[in-house]
Structures are given as structure tokens and as C-alpha cells.
């Protein structure tokens, strides 16, 4: 009863707020805007590092030779650094991008961090050795850092409740079509001779930051943004830009919805902090960001998203693993963009936690088949890996994104998803620490039983999943809002009912009764 009481004392509040701001009836407008998107309806680099290690090219400038059998190789501790470097430096500029894209917008912070990329890819293009490549690696990590956690944020604060699965799930689609663009170049580059084999994919790099620079200058900025400092007018005309043909009464709506919105939040998360992600009912939410996105690290990406090395180590033809890698990519695009189609039907909750499930035991079958086949074994295991990323493709890799921007407030939103992606940088940097050594010829050369460890650490989130993860398809961030207050079990956030507005229908009520009975008869 207690939450119960605290929502609707946070509703009161807003509800307040926001006829100060926008005149009395605005409570009533943002109401109808909150309607209005319940019945709307639908008519890069990070991934080269990784296959270069079973690039000869690449092996030969920064590897050391093993001898004929094993040839030339990365040592482990090369590959971790390397690694590591731009995971670091994608915590640094995650961290920076969280305090830069609540003063100066999302618009600025992406330009701003693309004009710096665009200069720090001078340093890995033309690196003389490893330990040059891995500053260029750690400085371009910033920028990847402030895209990783600037796009899923913005992209779920620019569309309607009902479409907002599928542009945060774009995302995804995003990384899936860089991915099978850095594969195809480096399958084409693969017959090069001497260091431009692996310097022209660097190259390539140099075609996107200023085409995206123009791109954001021109696009419109978040709307909810522009409420949370207060930029009114401009929130309107942001509105005006994303809605199309919305009449003037429908953006006052929306703009007044937002309003109020932020309103419901302002109690918990007035100063907006790092530290305020983890008190009341925002540890909560926190946790869910958390453990969603680290869930695509321990579903075993490190492993399976991009098998090109294991399959070299483990005998087969560099060619000949390129060549599933680039299949691979291709199967994950068709599977992120199936998952738009899936998310329609099923929401967030049912497709995470079953995903994980099936992630799980294709990773426990992959190291049962090395375990009993061996060699034998490889090119089964390489369709297990394309099924594994099919299925991540379908499931986890996209929805992971939608559900770290609906699931965090929208005041903390952009603290949120970089604490969210810090902490999936953090775990990332343990997994390709122990990635390189398990499948390292000169380390600990586990091959496919490292399906294993992996396989287990998908169970752990997957037994997580079932009892922590919230269905949030089709509410607004309203009534989001009060079901985290409420504390409602995980299980039943869509069978629960939730009016944001009801405080404002017993005040309208009350006001009608009282003019009903001192009216003349």
C-alpha cells in the first residue's frame, strides 16, 4: 500500500508541475498524448581486431614466429591488449558521454565525437608497431564508447511508444551491417601482400565520420531532451519535425505528456547523478540495464560472434574460415531484421529469456562435439556457430538495446545506459582476457570446450532472465514509471493495469461534484 500511496503523492506532484508550466488543462492534453501512442500502430572496427589475429598479413607485422607448425601468431598477451585497449577507452568515453549528453544533447556529443575518431584512425592506419597501435586502439575506444551508449538512448526518445522496439533495435541492425561490411573487406583483402592487407580495413573507416557528421547536424534533437533542460518552444518544434502530420493540439499533447512525464521522476531524480542510478526504485531498473546488456558478453559473443580465429586454430583454411565468417554476418542481419517481426508479437521478455535458453545449449553442444569428434567435429561446429549467432541475432544481440533505453528513466536516461554499457565493457574486458588464453595455441589452446565455460555463464543469465526481467513492450515511460514504483513482480508488469493520469480524474471528478451541488436547481 505504501508504494501504492508514493505514486500517486509523484503523480500529484507532476501533475501540478505541469499545469504551472502549460495552463490548467495540460494534465488533459498530456493524457490524450498518452492515448494517442497506445493506439498508434506499425504499417565497424571493433569487429576487425578480432579476425585479424587470423590474419597472416597482420600475424606476420605484430605476431612472433612458433615455428612450422603453429607459424606466425599474436601472443595472448598481444591479443588482450589489443583487445583491451579500445574496450578501455570505451569505458572512458561511455562515462564522458553520460555528463556530455545531458549538458550539450545528443546531437553535439555524436558530431563532436566523430570528428575525433576520424582523427585518431591516423594512428592505427599508419601504427609501426603493436604498442602504437594499441594507443590509436585505446583512443578511437573513446569515441566507439560515446556511439555505443549515445545511439540506443536517442533512438528510443525520437519515436512513439508502439514503434520504439524497432528503432532501438536498429541499433543492433547497425552493428550487423558494419560487421558484414568489415568482414567482406577483409575477406577481399585476405590476397593482399605486405601491411596494406590489413591497413586498407583500417582505411575504410575514413568513408563514414563525415557523411554521419552532416547527417546529425541535420536530424532533429531528442524532444525529451530539450523538456529535461527546460527548452520548451524548442521541444515543440523538435516534435513538429519527428511527427509528420500531427495537428497543432497533438504536438501541445505530447509536449505536455513529456512534461509530466519527467514530472513523476523529479522527486527521486532531481540533480540528475551517477549515484542517483542506484537509490529507490532506480537500483532496480539499474540492475535490469546491467545484467541485460553484460548478458551479451556471457551468452558467449566473445566465442561464437566472431568464430574466424577458432576456426584457423583449430585447422581450418584461413580462406575457407573467412568465408563462413562473412556467411555468418549474413545470417545475423537476416536474423535482427526477422527479430522486428518477433518483437511485434512476442515483446522483450519471452524472446530474452527463451533466447538464452537455446544460446545456452548450442554452446554446451559445441564443446560436447570437440570433446567426442575432435577435428571431425569442426565444420559441425562451425554451423553451431552460425545457428548460435542466427539465434543471438534474433533474440539477445537486438534486444538488448531496446531494453536498456525503455527500461532506464528519463531524467537518469543517458547516466543509465553508460553505466549499462561500462559495465558490459568491464565484463567484456574479462572475457577477451580469458577468450585470447582458451583459444590461444601457445596458451591454454581449449578450442571448442571453451563452449563450455561460456555455455555456462548464459545459464546464469538466462535463470535471471525468468525471474528479473520485465516485459515493458507498449507502456509509455509514464506508466513505467509507476509500475517500478509499485514495485510490481517482473512476471506481472504486462498483466498490470496503470493509469499515470487517475490522481487527475479524482481531482476532475471532485471539482464536477462540487459545481453539481452549489450550482442552482
Not at 532531481?270 to 542506484?278: M, R, S, V
Not at 525471474?467 to 506508466?479: A, I, M
Amino acid at each position: 500500500m505504501a508504494t501504492l500511496v508514493q505514486a500517486g503523492s509523484a503523480q500529484k506532484v507532476a501533475d501540478q508541475a505541469l499545469e504551472e508550466k502549460l495552463g490548467h488543462t495540460a494534465v488533459f492534453d498530456a493524457k490524450q498524448a498518452t492515448d494517442d501512442e497506445h493506439a498508434q500502430t506499425l504499417f565497424q572496427d571493433t569487429i576487425l581486431i578480432g579476425n585479424f589475429f587470423a590474419y597472416p598479413e597482420f600475424q606476420k607485422k605484430f605476431g612472433q614466429y612458433f615455428g612450422e607448425e603453429l607459424g606466425w601468431q599474436v601472443t595472448g598477451e598481444w591479443q588482450t591488449a589489443l583487445n583491451m585497449g579500445s574496450t578501455a577507452g570505451a569505458v572512458v568515453g561511455g562515462l564522458l558521454n553520460g555528463y556530455m549528453a545531458s549538458r550539450f544533447g545528443y546531437r553535439w556529443t555524436m558530431i563532436i565525437s566523430l570528428g575525433i575518431l576520424n582523427a585518431f584512425i591516423f594512428i592505427v592506419f599508419f601504427a609501426p608497431s603493436a604498442q602504437v597501435l594499441l594507443v590509436g586502439r585505446i583512443l578511437c575506444g573513446l569515441s566507439w564508447g560515446v556511439f555505443a551508449t549515445l545511439a540506443p538512448a536517442y533512438a528510443s526518445e525520437v519515436c512513439p511508444t508502439n514503434l520504439r522496439g524497432y528503432l532501438t533495435t536498429y541499433v543492433n541492425l547497425c552493428w550487423a551491417i558494419g560487421q558484414l561490411l568489415a568482414t567482406g573487406v577483409l575477406r577481399r583483402c585476405l590476397s593482399i601482400e605486405g601491411e596494406m592487407g590489413y591497413r586498407i580495413p583500417f582505411a575504410v573507416q575514413w568513408l563514414w565520420p563525415i557523411p554521419l557528421m552532416a547527417v546529425c547536424f541535420l536530424a532533429p534533437e531528442s524532444p525529451w531532451w530539450l523538456v529535461r533542460v527546460e527548452r520548451l518552444e524548442q521541444a515543440k518544434q523538435s516534435i513538429v519535425r519527428l511527427s509528420g502530420e500531427k495537428t497543432e493540439e497533438q504536438v501541445n499533447n505530447q509536449r505536455a505528456m513529456m512534461v509530466h512525464t519527467i514530472g513523476i521522476e523529479a522527486e527521486a531524480t532531481e540533480g540528475a547523478t551517477y549515484l542517483d542510478c542506484f537509490k529507490a526504485e532506480n537500483l532496480r531498473r539499474t540492475e535490469i540495464v546491467y545484467v541485460a546488456l553484460m548478458g551479451q558478453i556471457l551468452s558467449g559473443s566473445s566465442f561464437a560472434y566472431t568464430p574466424t580465429y577458432f576456426f584457423t586454430t583449430a585447422g581450418m583454411d584461413t580462406a575457407q574460415a573467412f568465408n563462413l565468417s562473412l556467411g555468418a554476418k549474413g545470417i545475423a542481419f537476416i536474423g535482427t531484421v526477422l527479430s522486428w517481426w518477433l518483437i511485434s508479437y512476442w515483446g522483450r521478455r519471452s524472446l530474452y529469456v527463451g533466447g538464452m535458453g537455446i544460446l545456452t545449449l548450442i554452446l554446451f553442444l559445441i564443446g560436447i562435439l570437440d570433446v567426442s569428434a575432435g577435428k571431425k567435429g569442426l565444420w559441425p561446429s562451425g554451423g553451431l556457430c552460425v545457428l548460435w549467432l542466427f539465434v543471438y541475432s534474433l533474440t539477445i544481440g537486438p534486444l538488448a538495446y531496446s531494453i536498456i533505453a525503455e527500461t532506464s528513466s528519463i531524467r537518469l536516461r543517458p547516466l543509465s545506459v553508460v553505466l549499462s554499457r561500462t559495465s558490459y565493457q568491464l565484463v567484456n574486458i574479462i572475457s577477451q582476457f580469458l577468450q585470447a588464453y582458451m583459444m590461444n595455441p601457445t596458451e591454454w589452446n581449449l578450442l571448442g570446450k571453451t563452449g563450455f565455460f561460456w555455455g555456462g555463464t548464459a545459464f546464469c543469465v538466462f535463470v535471471w532472465s525468468y525471474f528479473r526481467l520485465p516485459e515493458v513492450k507498449g507502456r509509455t515511460y509514464e506508466e513505467l514509471d509507476i509500475l517500478f514504483i509499485s514495485k510490481v513482480s517482473a512476471r506481472k508488469f504486462s498483466s498490470t493495469h496503470v493509469d499515470p493520469y487517475a490522481a487527475a480524474a479524482v481531482k476532475s471528478e471532485n471539482v464536477m461534484e462540487i459545481e453539481r451541488k452549489i450550482s442552482p436547481t
